[in-house]
């Protein structure tokens, strides 16, 4: 597609439950990047995969968090046991080079996730 | 603990003028450094890119960056209130993440 896709756009949940936030992002690009967004803050990494690979996850908060890239395209990121804590807009991005530029990231427009 | 601070804002300048975006970064690592437009309920978009000292200039945006001081900064010049957002430095090392700093919410006045 033109733009890193991201759904669902909007997920409530209850405490306790499973959710599954997906992201495709722009054709081609190797590096796909998970960061979290609480109100009035800045995003926080999560994890950066280098095609199928978790290059970094040192973002992660803990093991309810696990995201995939089986085929090194659409990732999945998953949350066990959500709490009202994990509220964000969780955002991908994604990027088409290694090394120097990492940083030009195109970010989707998120997944607004309510934890009650 | 890798850190980039902002001033929260909000800043508020009159259409027409310099409005200016400072930023702070504990991590001598970091190399490159970014500005981030954030309009409210929308994601983020890069709108500068540094990784040099000095300025760097982008039609009416112009980007400096001091790694002796660890300071960056962006202008804005010619001020409209369409740019009104909030505002994200972000620096990283080379092939890794981006920290980012908390925004400075920019308004411009009309």
């Known amino acids: 597609g033109a733009g890193v896709s991201q759904t669902p756009s909007n997920k409530v949940t209850e405490k306790g439950k499973y959710v599954e936030l997906r992201c495709d992002p722009i054709?081609?690009?190797?590096?796909l990047y998970w960061y979290r967004q609480s109100l009035g803050q800045g995003p926080e990494f999560l994890i950066y995969f280098q095609g199928t690979g978790a290059a970094d996850d040192s973002g992660l908060p803990n093991d309810r968090f696990f995201a995939v890239r089986p085929e090194g395209s659409v990732s999945t990121l998953k949350i066990q046991r959500t709490e009202r804590g994990d509220s964000a807009v969780y955002l991908c991005?994604?990027?088409?080079?290694?090394?120097?530029?990492?940083?030009?990231?195109?970010f989707g427009e998120g997944s607004r996730l309510t934890v009650l | 603990q890798k850190e980039v601070e902002q001033n929260s804002g909000p800043l508020s300048v009159p259409e027409g003028a310099i409005a200016s975006l400072n930023c702070t970064y504990s991590?001598?690592?970091?190399?490159?450094f970014f500005w981030y437009r954030q309009y409210s309920g929308k994601s983020p978009e890069l709108i500068m890119s540094?990784?040099?000292?000095g300025d760097k200039e982008d039609g009416r945006f112009t980007a400096q960056l001091n790694k002796a001081s660890q300071y960056v900064s962006l202008l804005i010049r010619d001020s409209q209130p369409s740019d009104s957002a909030t505002y994200l430095c972000a620096g990283g090392e080379y092939g890794n993440k981006l920290v980012f700093g908390a925004g400075t919410i920019l308004r411009v006045k009309s």
């Open positions: 991005a994604s990027n088409a080079r290694r090394g120097a530029n990492t940083g030009e990231l195109f």
């Open positions: 054709s081609g690009h190797t590096a």
């Open positions: 991590d001598r690592g970091s190399q490159s």
């Open positions: 540094i990784y040099s000292n």
